[in-house]
């Protein structure tokens, strides 16, 4: 297989070929990799077409021969579907290159050239018959051309491209490490709340009192206190983390944070009714208690259910704190586990962080070796197409920066706009949410009311049961038939309330969701802002990249302008033309520095929207702040409902002991027909029914002042955040403003520097003319010169000949002269 056309286009004795006739070459599948003898050739004009299938040309640079053959029209480097191609199809720009290189091509790659981009080849294509390198070097044309060299602009992508894929690696890594310390901050933040959370009471021991002797009455009051005890030992249990969290000694380095005032007035709030409570059940089994020990005289009975009560409480209470303690101590453990695990995670990741800017670091010198290199290939490079390039390119990229900021601004403002939509429709719902609560309110006030009417009808019907036994017979059973319609409508209000709640929860999720959606969208405005942020430094450090290039740059012209002095007079015309380039690189320098100063006119309105997103994030969190209160007060009120309807139980059985006290009252009046004990039973039961209206009044003054301070707390909220709202549609109304502004000012600018460039680029192609035509003019001056010569040295050679002559002549004469003398 080839490797070179050298074996080709020679021949044994060294000499060219003859090759006027050849106008057809395939040299298909071989590793070709140069295409440089082509030069060899003795009549190069005359090939028309030329195959190149799967070979070996990896660079751009192997193609610049093929602007010696002038009638080649038809190139094959790949088939039209793009297999049996050379490395460099694959690079970008190829076609472009290639009719640069070649523009009198009518068929590449079995394509038309007329189907590619036509405007390429009519800017930069040379004129036909010269060389693209002899095109625009000043150099004269019998000097022979140097091999052709790659092109700077494709090693400075190439760099450009490393660079930026390893600055996106790192910005990668350091995304993920934010991720994870957002997930370790979170973890640890659900193990401080799990904390706080009161452990599940143990499941409960009541202990059962001993059974009453076989009596009527005693038998019922027995079963009846049996039926209460769970309830009431259940309810201490429940209270005791509140009375044992209390009296523990703390640690020497709390881990959980202070209750707040909040907290405090509930858990206060939760001792009074638990203590209510407590007294309420007290009060009945002491009545109980005393019912037993005035009918049948046993204390010892009464003393032994006492002492059993006290002992089982005891051993409840000291399990309940053990059980407490050791939860404690676990949730400890495994917090401090988490801690250690977090930052065992923080130090592997900061490990990793220092390996990245290690590499990083090695990346960095060897693009600075890759950069010295590049630098040396430099001087052979027009340096007029470069700036244009160059400064097109930089254009090109403020415009995108530019779109994509504006991008990023619409975005956020989306985002802004919906979080302030979803804030109004929890607004909303939480007043509808308020109003169901205060209905709710008012219906069990107005069942309270209710049931205090029915004792006191139940009180007339018993102060009118001494009159007439008939009576009151009739009457207890007209009673028992309204308590039990009034019991129906309890049960059936108590599922009401629970549907309500249960629905009042299911609302709460949906608000909890909706602001989790707006505090994710303000997360995802502060990410996208800070992508920018990055995006901006990123082009920064481009720019002090370029700054330090042209420098280079201007150092190395300076020097080939000291070279080219020593040449002739017609270097001076590409001196004078490297001056007015220089001018140009001052322009563009101008235009940078103004892009520099509308960038930082970008950071100065970031920072200004980073500033407007933390105070949007700061009314989110007031927000769930406020959500958080919200709970607690429905917790509270749910607390609250459940203990009315304990209440509400506890007032069914009392009332159940009455009714079975007066059907004993009854039967023992029937027995013993003694008026007094009735009476004095009569009066124990009217004091016990006054006790419970007094409790019954103080909670119904307690939740009064729970409604005053919900409504307070509500009404400031409200001002609050209609204070903020009214801040924040301020602010936002002088950020567009602001926005609008730097626009205004950013499209002025950019027009201003598209119409320098449009110039810049006019003057060029004036100039590039200019040259062309003072280059041709040079050579008509040569060829003159050389003409010049030439009749001189024709002039001198008749002057030689003519002065040989008349010396002949004067010698022939003087010899004449004196041999005649």
């Not at 590449?108 to 009519?122: I, N, Q």
């Not at 909890?512 to 994710?520: I, L, N, P």
Request: glycine share 4%; with cysteine; charged share 40%.
């Amino acid at each position: 297989m080839l490797q070179g056309l050298e074996g080709v286009f020679k021949t044994s004795n060294g000499d060219k070929p003859q090759t006027q006739k050849l106008k057809e070459i395939n040299l298909s599948y071989n590793i070709i990799s140069n295409l440089t003898s082509l030069s060899l050739l003795s009549h190069p004009s005359s090939l028309l077409s030329l195959n190149l299938l799967s070979n070996n040309l990896c660079t751009v640079a192997s193609l610049f021969p093929l602007s010696l053959l002038q009638n080649l029209t038809h190139l094959t480097l790949q088939r039209k579907d793009g297999t049996d191609s050379n490395p460099v199809c694959d690079v970008e720009g190829y076609v472009e290159a290639v009719l640069s290189v070649a523009p009198f091509l009518e068929v590449l790659d079995e394509r038309s050239t007329s189907d590619y981009d036509e405007g390429f080849t009519a800017e930069y294509s040379p004129p036909r018959g010269v060389s693209p390198i002899r095109a625009t070097s000043p150099i004269r044309d019998d000097v022979e051309d140097v091999s052709p060299m790659p092109k700077f602009e494709q090693m400075k992508r190439r760099v450009q491209d490393k660079e930026r894929e390893v600055e996106l690696k790192r910005i990668e890594r350091i995304e993920e490490q934010m991720r994870l310390l957002g997930a370790l901050a979170q973890e640890q933040a659900e193990a401080t709340s799990a904390l706080m959370k009161p452990p599940p009471p143990p499941a409960p021991e009541p202990s059962q009192p001993p059974p009453p002797p076989t009596t009527t009455s005693s038998t019922q009051t027995s079963s009846n206190l049996a039926s209460q005890t769970p309830r009431t030992t259940q309810t201490e249990i429940l209270k005791i983390p509140t009375s044992t969290t209390s009296t523990q000694t703390p640690p020497t380095k709390p881990l959980t944070p202070q209750p707040t005032p909040k907290q405090l007035s509930a858990l206060t709030l939760i001792n009074l009714y638990s203590s209510s409570r407590t007294t309420l059940s007290r009060i009945l089994l002491f009545s109980s208690f005393y019912r037993w020990s005035s009918r049948i005289k046993d204390h010892a009975c009464v003393s032994a259910v006492n002492h059993a009560r006290l002992e089982g409480s005891k051993a409840s209470s000291e399990a309940l704190e053990r059980r407490v303690s050791s939860v404690r101590k676990e949730e400890e453990r495994r917090w401090r586990e988490k801690v250690g695990e977090g930052e065992e995670k923080v130090r592997v990741k900061e490990g990793e962080v220092r390996e990245e800017e290690g590499r990083r670091k090695r990346a960095e010198e060897d693009n600075i070796k890759l950069e010295e290199k590049v630098k040396a290939l430099e001087a052979k490079v027009e340096e007029e197409r470069i700036k244009k390039e160059a400064a097109e390119e930089e254009k090109r990229r403020a415009e995108n920066n530019m779109r994509k900021a504006e991008d990023e601004r619409h975005r956020a403002e989306n985002s802004r706009v919906q979080t302030a939509r979803e804030a109004e429709k929890y607004k909303v719902e939480r007043d509808a949410q308020q109003k169901e609560l205060s209905d709710l309110r008012a219906d069990s006030k107005s069942f309270a009311a209710r049931l205090s009417q029915l004792s006191d009808d139940k009180s007339s019907l018993e102060r009118s049961l001494a009159s007439s036994s008939e009576e009151h017979a009739t009457a207890v059973k007209a009673l028992s038939a309204q308590i039990q319609v009034v019991q129906d409508k309890a049960q059936r209000k108590v599922l009401q309330l629970k549907a309500a709640f249960e629905e009042a929860a299911r609302r709460a999720a949906k608000d909890k969701a909706k602001c989790d959606k707006a505090v994710e969208s303000g997360r995802e405005s502060v990410d996208i802002i800070r992508k920018m942020r990055a995006e901006i430094k990123r082009l920064k450090n481009e720019k002090e990249e370029k700054e330090r290039e042209e420098k280079e740059k201007e150092k190395e012209n300076v020097e080939v302008e000291d070279d080219r002095k020593e040449r002739e007079a017609q270097l001076d015309l590409a001196q004078k033309h490297n001056s007015s380039l220089t001018t140009a690189i001052e322009e563009v320098k101008l235009k940078q520095e103004k892009l520099q100063t509308a960038l930082k006119v970008k950071d100065v309105t970031i920072e200004s929207l980073n500033n407007e997103l933390n105070k949007v994030n700061s009314v989110v969190g007031n927000y769930e702040r406020r959500e958080a209160g919200l709970k607690e007060d429905l917790e509270r009120i749910r607390g609250q409902r459940e203990e009315l309807e304990e209440e509400i139980e506890t007032k069914d059985c009392a009332i159940e002991d009455l009714e079975r006290s007066l059907a004993d009252l009854k039967a023992e009046r029937e027995a013993v027909g003694d008026e007094r004990g009735g009476k004095i039973l009569m009066e124990e039961l009217e004091a016990e029914i006054g006790d419970l209206k007094e409790i019954v009044r103080s909670k119904e003054e307690a939740m009064e002042n729970i409604e005053g301070e919900l409504m307070a707390s509500r009404d400031d909220f409200e001002a609050k955040e209609k204070r903020l709202r009214e801040e924040w549609r301020r602010d936002m109304e002088n950020v567009r403003e602001r926005i609008d502004k730097e626009r205004k000012g950013l499209r002025r600018e950019r027009d201003e520097c598209r119409a320098k460039m449009e110039e810049a680029v006019s003057d060029g192609k004036r100039r590039k003319k200019k040259m062309a035509a003072l280059m041709e003019k040079l050579g008509r001056l040569e060829e003159e010169k050389r003409g010049v010569m030439g009749e001189l040295e024709s002039t001198k050679r008749l002057l030689d000949e003519r002065q040989e002559r008349s010396r002949a002549a004067v010698e022939n004469m003087y010899r004449q002269i004196v041999g005649v003398g």
